[in-house]
């Protein structure tokens, strides 16, 4: 019986257990997001258009993309991050927050329960704020 109740036990144990190294939980915006495709919920209506963003951790970066459809201008811009162009200032969890050098702007990503994206910017105009949906796509320039 001693023997039937140790071996529960240590399976009970090895079954609770947890694998964390896939476990992003932790890490910084850039390692949890990276790769995550947002598109922009204001265009979701129009399937003509749309706005996405992507990150990346390596190189560190945001990539811009607008897609018209049947267009052959689609307009792709990458911002890379932590140089002397842009520095990031927070790189934590569900936030990223970096200021373009020349401009002085800053421009703020925040995850709202691990699926919905938040861009909060300055530029010449003032302050602006638009929401993405986090979508299956990849590869926005490509």
Known sequence: MKN???LFLAVTIFACSSDDSNDNSNGT???KYDGVVWDE???STNPEYSYRIIVSNNPKS????????NAD???????????????????SGDRLVYIEEATQYTNRLTVN??????????????????????????????
Do not use: A, H, M, R
């Open 41 to 43: 919920d204001f265009y």
């Open 4 to 6: 039937f109740i140790c």
């Open 73 to 91: 201008d689609n307009s792709c811009y990458t911002e890379v991050i932590g140089n002397e162009f842009f520095t990031i200032i927070e790189n």
């Open 62 to 69: 945001v990539t811009f993309s607008e897609i018209l459809e």
């Open 113 to 142: 329960d691990n699926v919905d994206l938040v861009l909060e910017g300055e530029e010449i105009n003032g302050l602006y704020t638009e929401y993405f949906s986090k979508t299956q796509f990849s590869n926005l320039c490509q």
């Open 29 to 31: 915006f850039l390692e």
